[in-house]
């Protein structure tokens, strides 16, 4: 198993580009994560889903949109990037309470 | 609201010597807490877990102490070796909301 594969590593973009961050698992795992970290800073939840067809919002969802039409992968997409989505984003996928980061997306927005 | 903090950002230590790690919670509903170990320019990693109706738990090379009086959490690493440098976050699972809350984070340096 590759586990939680994360696409791309490094992005650097322009303010108001728009990318979308890609995520895949191989574990047939229902409930999917996207979390960004800031320097110096713990994980915070944008968006989760409990399953395919199914999102909802984390704590700092405004800025960012989500898709589940697969178990298998969770795409996360950002309209119209600002500085402030400068960050690390890490995506995970979980088995009962325990979760599985993927390698991360660094990106930066100038 | 839920929360989890710790005490110290850094932590620098012997190789070879024990370190503690610790972290304090706010949401005494939480059942379930788990240390993550983070390494530059990776995921963070799952070390351990303790469900509240335990106090102790340990692994191999780590021991997870949970004081649900004062809402404290520890980390012990044994014989900490250089391999053991990382940012280390402890995590709060929230059975209502399905998700975890992550702490700051504590850099550990282990020194030669």
């Known amino acids: 198993n590759a586990g939680v594969t994360q696409t791309p590593k490094f992005r650097i973009l322009k303010i108001g580009q728009s990318m979308t961050l890609q995520c895949a698992q191989d574990?047939?795992?229902?409930?999917m994560y996207w979390y960004r970290q800031d320097p110096g800073m713990g994980l915070k939840l944008i968006y989760y889903?409990?399953?395919?067809?199914?999102?909802d919002k984390g704590e700092v969802p405004n800025g960012y949109n989500v898709s589940r039409s697969t178990t298998e992968d969770f795409p996360l997409r950002l309209e119209l990037a600002a500085p402030s989505q400068t960050s690390v984003y890490f995506c995970?996928?979980?088995?009962?309470?325990?979760?599985?980061f993927g390698s991360g997306t660094q990106l930066s927005v100038l | 609201g839920e929360s989890v903090g710790l005490h110290l950002p850094t932590l620098s230590v012997q190789e070879g010597d024990n370190s503690i790690i610790n972290c304090a919670y706010s949401?005494?509903?939480?059942?379930?807490f788990i240390w993550y170990k983070q390494e530059s320019g990776k995921g963070p990693q799952f070390i351990i877990d303790i469900r509240s109706n335990m106090d102790k738990r340990q692994g191999q090379r780590v021991t997870v102490l949970l004081n649900k009086t004062v809402k404290h959490l520890s980390l012990q690493i044994a014989a900490t070796q250089p391999g053991d440098s990382a940012v280390y976050f402890c995590?709060?699972?929230?059975?209502?909301?399905?998700?975890?809350?992550f702490g700051q984070g504590t850099r550990l340096t282990i020194n030669p």
């Open positions: 995970a996928s979980r088995t009962n309470e325990k979760l599985f």
């Open positions: 995590a709060e699972w929230s059975t209502r909301a399905q998700k975890l809350v």
């Open positions: 949401n005494s509903a939480s059942d379930y």
């Open positions: 574990m047939n795992h229902n409930y």
């Open positions: 889903s409990v399953g395919a067809g199914i999102t």
